[in-house]
Each structure stands twice: as structure tokens, then as C-alpha cells.
């Protein structure tokens, strides 16, 4: 899996920021992310952890709407997760999480 700006957009434009400190941002999940539930599962987005360097754990809460992100600061800086849901520098960004991807054997 290549993850692409394109598919960075489409999913960080169903997110807002509830809270970010370096190292853990927890987002809103507009319901709306459904109409991608043909492309996209929750099990996708759970195993990020283990397929991108620098993601440390992804919980998501299904009651209330949120994803909260574990993240290494050094790796991904608190400003590139903003510009992720501001959707700025995204082909920067695409380029660092594409040099971050691991396979899973």
C-alpha cells in the first residue's frame, strides 16, 4: 500500500483537532467517513501503527467519534500533523509517511 496525497486529503478532510500535545493528537471523526468504508476500514486505519515508522499506537473510540494518535515527535513534528488536517504540504508530507511505510510480512 502506497499511501497517496490524494487519499491523505480524502481522509484527513473528516477530521478536526480536539487536542495536540507533541506526541499524542486526538481528532473528531466526521460521520461522513463512512462513504468510504469501501475503500477504508477501521481495521486500515488501527494497523497505521504497524505499517508507518513514527506512529506508535492509534485508539479509536467509536461511541464518542475520536481517533487518538501515539506519534514520535522527532519523527513526525507536531506542526505536520496540523498541516495534515489543515491539508497544507501535503505532498511533503505524503513523501515522509511514503519513507516511513514498512511491510508487513
Same mark, same amino acid.
Given at each position: &500500500?502506497?499511501?497517496t @496525497?490524494? %487519499?491523505?486529503?480524502?481522509?484527513?478532510? #473528516? $477530521? !478536526?483537532?480536539?487536542?495536540?500535545?507533541? +506526541?499524542?493528537?486526538?481528532?473528531?471523526?466526521?460521520?461522513?467517513? *463512512?462513504?468510504? @468504508? @469501501? =475503500?477504508? @476500514?477501521? =481495521?486500515?486505519?488501527?494497523q497505521?501503527? %504497524?505499517?508507518?515508522? +513514527?506512529? *506508535? /499506537?492509534? *485508539?479509536? /473510540? %467509536?461511541?464518542?467519534? !475520536?481517533?487518538?494518535? =501515539? #506519534?514520535?515527535?522527532?519523527? $513526525?513534528? %507536531?506542526? &505536520?500533523?496540523?498541516?495534515?488536517?489543515?491539508?497544507k /504540504?501535503? =505532498?511533503?508530507?505524503?513523501?515522509?509517511? /511514503?519513507?516511513? #511505510?514498512?511491510?508487513?510480512?
Open positions: &500500500m502506497q499511501i @496525497s490524494q %487519499k491523505i486529503v480524502e481522509i484527513a478532510s #473528516y $477530521f !478536526s483537532i480536539v487536542h495536540h500535545t507533541p +506526541g499524542r493528537l486526538r481528532v473528531r471523526v466526521n460521520p461522513k467517513i *463512512k462513504e468510504l @468504508s @469501501s =475503500e477504508l @476500514s477501521i =481495521e486500515d486505519i488501527e497505521l501503527s %504497524k505499517k508507518i515508522n +513514527g506512529i *506508535k /499506537n492509534i *485508539k479509536i /473510540n %467509536k461511541i464518542v467519534a !475520536s481517533i487518538t494518535i =501515539e #506519534y514520535d515527535n522527532a519523527i $513526525f513534528p %507536531k506542526q &505536520m500533523w496540523e498541516d495534515l488536517i489543515e491539508r /504540504n501535503l =505532498e511533503e508530507i505524503t513523501q515522509k509517511i /511514503n519513507a516511513l #511505510y514498512k511491510e508487513i510480512v
